[in-house]
């Protein structure tokens, strides 16, 4: 007999009255096939590591998961030289699935997608378990500089991660989507507290966003650069999308989803990024980074 959880047997069932498959009926073989990715367990979750970089990057998957895709990516980033950790922050290894992560996260994982940060009484148990994991990683002599990606659901959790003298150096927010809905795009759903830290800090800032997406919209960039300032926040939107029209939204994954274009031109961004930010000589620079405010993907 198979020992359940009540929130894992939840979970199953409202997966089968909503006529999709669990996430277990997606799954891959262990990772451990999927070499050379290294599986730890730190703070009940699971954590896939590759490189041997003192140049660290956390990178966060989206809502669909650790995804083929954002594991792809990950590949690249340690092919250009940096250690790349990917925390599993639910479901499994390689799933892609929006709807089954959803009721992982949003539902059953303590996520709070609906919540404007200035009613949150506190960290949301995902972001302090970020906080916790890059602090333990800089106390690791190994590395000498940060750089953290978030994505859709995880975009705006780097943002936790911004301290003054922190090894944290350099973060990534795409298409950040928390709080979801319109009347909540002046936010990111985090504390009033994370984010005057953050930009005390004046650790660098890349974001993406198409311009045609509906979950992280203009109102939501324009929220970010006038709360951080032109000198520290860094907007690359991107006009044109190869996408399907869904039930819910259009043209959200930059650094994971179908349009290559993009994909492409914003990982190459990131790279460099993270490249000119996570090295001695950027430690201690203090000019100023690229204030680029629109980036067409359009060739023609």
């Known amino acids: 007999m198979i020992n359940m959880s009540r929130r894992q047997m939840m979970f199953q069932l409202s997966c089968s009255m909503l006529g999709v498959a669990a996430s277990a009926a997606h799954a891959l073989p262990p990772a451990q096939k999927y070499v050379p990715w290294q599986e730890s367990i730190w703070?009940?979750?699971?954590?896939?590591?590759?490189?041997?970089?003192?140049?660290?990057?956390?990178?966060?998957?989206?809502l669909n998961g650790l995804s083929r895709s954002c594991i792809g990516f990950g590949q690249e980033l340690v092919d250009e030289g940096f250690q790349i950790h990917m925390p599993l922050l639910f479901g499994h290894f390689c799933?892609?699935?929006?709807?089954?992560?959803?009721?992982?996260?949003?539902?059953?994982?303590?996520?709070?997608?609906?919540?404007?940060?200035?009613?949150?009484?506190?960290?949301?148990?995902?972001?302090?378990?970020?906080?916790?994991?890059?602090?333990?990683?800089a106390t690791d002599a190994g590395i000498d500089q940060i750089g953290v990606i978030g994505m859709c659901?995880?975009?705006?959790?780097?943002?936790?991660?911004?301290?003054?003298?922190?090894?944290?150096?350099?973060?990534?927010l795409s298409q950040p989507a928390l709080p979801l809905g319109q009347s909540k795009q002046s936010?990111?759903?985090?504390?009033?507290?994370?984010?005057?830290?953050?930009?005390?800090s004046k650790t660098p800032i890349l974001a993406f966003r198409f311009a045609a997406d509906t979950l992280c919209t203009a109102?939501?960039?324009n929220f970010l650069e006038s709360y951080f300032g032109a000198e520290q926040f860094r907007p690359v939107i991107f006009d044109h999308c190869d996408c399907e029209q869904t039930i819910t939204h259009?043209?959200?994954?930059?650094?994971?989803?179908?349009?290559?274009?993009?994909?492409?031109?914003?990982?190459?961004?990131?790279?460099?990024?993270?490249?000119e930010r996570l090295s001695t000589s950027a430690a201690l620079s203090t000019a100023s980074h690229d204030t680029a405010r629109r980036e067409p993907t359009n060739a023609g």
């Open 43 to 62: 703070q009940g979750r699971s954590v896939f590591r590759q490189g041997a970089s003192r140049r660290a990057v956390i990178l966060l998957h989206e």
């Open 95 to 137: 799933q892609d699935a929006i709807i089954p992560g959803f009721l992982e996260s949003c539902m059953f994982g303590e996520f709070h997608c609906n919540t404007s940060g200035k009613n949150l009484s506190s960290a949301t148990k995902p972001i302090n378990w970020v906080q916790a994991f890059v602090n333990r990683l």
């Open 153 to 172: 659901q995880s975009g705006a959790f780097p943002i936790v991660t911004m301290k003054e003298g922190s090894k944290v150096r350099a973060v990534v």
């Open 187 to 200: 936010d990111v759903g985090l504390s009033e507290s994370a984010m005057a830290d953050a930009r005390k």
């Open 219 to 221: 109102s939501r960039f």
């Open 250 to 275: 259009r043209c959200h994954s930059v650094l994971t989803g179908p349009t290559e274009d993009a994909r492409n031109k914003a990982r190459a961004t990131v790279k460099k990024f993270f490249d």
